[in-house]
């Protein structure tokens, strides 16, 4: 049969779409769909061998960092879309490099990053693969490089090094004293503001100057004149005591917080030092007879026995404050153990004109024994205070001058408690349970101190990844090798953010990388004088020496060689 040629043509075309709807209709018989992929993925990445979770640590200035794809990657798109940014947002330069066939990308930054410094790497969508497939979903993580391991500093003798910060730190209360009045100013930025109880640890620190040569004892006897006289003519006092702040050019008291009158733990401070100054000046010279004339007279107005609410209580008071009426904003903050105001506790108890019973030492500061721990941490018993012990400037402030060697009484070894409180704390930084960057055997010390925007008590109960270079170095009678070797690594390794003109700043945190520019008197104090009592035990036998405060202390039920 012939066939037009225009029915040829649509039997053909009939024909074909029959053989296609077939070929289909074979291939969908198992009802899978044909596979197409659009996108690939990162399959794994990491810095310096470490696959990060969150923000790392102590990453080097030249680390390597690698991503495996999931696709060859189209080396046209990296610098475009893997970026590596500083602090600043701004772009850091790096080679790459490939392997497994491009779906292996490797960088590093061509040149060292900062010691010390957070950087960000992005990986962002518009990477495309080899065939031109898009990435499904970037990332994006931070990283903090690791601290500048070499001496700051010429490494020197461990005795010269000590004197080199004391000598240093001293300077905080000499030069930098209160032209006007003498007294320590409470920190660098104070202006007139000036703290009796950083004046008191002002005060030791210069007679360790004296001692050590720093400066002459007839300056060191003028200067503490200058202070007592300022004390005696220009500054309120209620029953004897003084007020935690005072204007240092005119007397004038200045609040600190809600308190606007009398202070007794920050007086007690204060005569913690004059008492070893009357003591260090025991000469016949006529000027050093009117100080210690001075110096009685402030010791002995103070009406200890009337911080017990005038009697009515069995507790020593830390605030009066008159311009309140009601009883409690008057009277603020019994004075329970166990912290920092052992040394209230004592003078009030050695006080020759105006004494308090043992009983209120009993009830009040040991709290009818409830000051007692016991308890075990790291494997050490503590005798006194809260869990973990609190922060390390419960040992220093009133240790100053009490020496706790072989000293006993009903609640427990006092040099027990300093040392097992100390090494508790040092190995909790050791131990470093919260993985603070930073914390290690060399780098550990938790206290009062300033903090990034603000100022805490510090302690493995209240940890915020802040490290106090007066916690460790204070500590030094107690645990002279970790806190040496912790002086040394502030002092060398840090020494280029941590060291200024008064020695050491007040703290620092490794984390969140930070470090205080203060200074401040009740920090600085104990540096300088609680490494001379572990060289000499100069603050130790001046203040031990009263004997008031043999009487006293014998009186509350202590026992030590040195009484």
């Known amino acids: 049969m012939f066939l037009s040629r225009e029915t040829y043509l649509k039997y053909i075309k009939w024909l074909l779409l029959f053989s296609l709807l077939e070929g289909c209709t074979k291939n969908n018989s198992n009802n899978t769909p044909p596979v197409v992929s659009y996108s690939f993925g990162i399959q794994s990445y990491s810095i310096d061998g470490i696959s990060p979770s969150n923000i790392v640590h102590n990453i080097s200035t030249k680390p390597t960092i690698k991503f495996q794809f999931g696709a060859a990657i189209n080396r046209a798109d990296v610098v475009s879309s893997i970026s590596l940014k500083n602090n600043f947002s701004n772009l850091i330069s790096y080679s790459i490099a490939y392997a497994n066939n491009d779906s292996v990308v490797i960088l590093q930054p061509v040149l060292p990053l900062n010691y010390l410094s957070k950087y960000t790497v992005s990986v962002s969508i518009p990477l495309r693969s080899s065939t031109g497939t898009t990435l499904s979903s970037g990332i994006s993580f931070s990283f903090y490089t690791q601290i500048d391991s070499t001496d700051k500093f010429p490494v020197i003798a461990d005795t010269a090094l000590l004197t080199l910060v004391q000598k240093q730190t001293f300077k905080y209360f000499w030069d930098f004293g209160h032209p006007t009045s003498g007294m320590a100013r409470e920190r660098n930025t104070s202006g007139d503001v000036v703290t009796t109880g950083g004046t008191g640890f002002g005060i030791m620190a210069m007679l360790v100057a004296i001692n050590r040569g720093f400066i002459s004892r007839t300056d060191g006897l003028n200067r503490i004149t200058t202070i007592t006289n300022f004390l005696t003519t220009k500054c309120q006092r209620w029953h004897g005591a003084f007020s935690h702040w005072v204007n240092g050019a005119t007397g004038a008291t200045v609040a600190f917080g809600n308190n606007n009158g009398a202070d007794l733990v920050e007086t007690s401070y204060l005569l913690e030092g004059l008492l070893s100054a009357r003591q260090f000046f025991n000469t016949t010279d006529a000027n050093e007879k009117l100080l210690r004339d001075s110096i009685n007279s402030i010791w002995n107005n103070v009406e200890w026995n009337w911080f017990t609410q005038n009697g009515t209580q069995q507790s020593l008071y830390w605030q009066y404050n008159p311009s309140y009426t009601n009883s409690a904003d008057v009277w603020s903050i019994a004075i329970n153990g166990w912290n920092e105001a052992l040394i209230t506790y004592v003078l009030a108890a050695s006080s020759s004109t ?6 209120v030492y009993d009830v009040g500061w040991a709290s009818s024994g409830k000051i007692k721990n016991g308890n075990s941490y790291y494997g050490i018993t503590l005798p006194l205070g809260p869990s973990y012990g609190g922060p390390l400037f419960f040992e220093q ?15 427990a070894n006092y040099q027990t408690q300093a ?16 993985q603070y960057a930073g914390y290690s055997n060399l780098s550990w010390g938790l206290t009062a101190s300033d903090i990034e925007g603000g100022y805490t008590a510090s302690s493995p109960t209240n940890d915020v990844g802040v490290i106090a270079p007066t916690a460790a170095i204070a500590s030094m009678p107690y645990t002279p090798v970790p806190s040496i070797n912790a002086l040394k690594f502030f002092y060398y390794k840090l020494g ?37 009592n572990y060289r000499s035990g100069l603050l130790w036998n001046l203040f031990m020496s009263c004997p008031e405060i043999k009487n006293g202390m014998k009186n509350l039920g202590f026992s030590s060689p040195n009484l």
Do not use: R
């Open 354 to 359: 105006h004494p308090i019973a043992k009983n």
């Open 397 to 411: 402030y009133s240790f100053i001058g009490i020496n706790p060697t072989s000293l006993t009484d009903a609640y």
């Open 419 to 434: 040392i097992a409180h100390t090494q508790i704390n040092y190995n909790y930084c050791v131990n470093n349970p919260n």
């Open 496 to 532: 280029d953010k941590l060291w200024g003109n008064y020695g050491f700043y007040d703290a620092f945190n490794l984390t969140n990388p930070w470090f205080a520019t203060s200074t401040l008197a009740i920090d600085e104090g104990p540096i300088i004088c609680m490494i001379e």
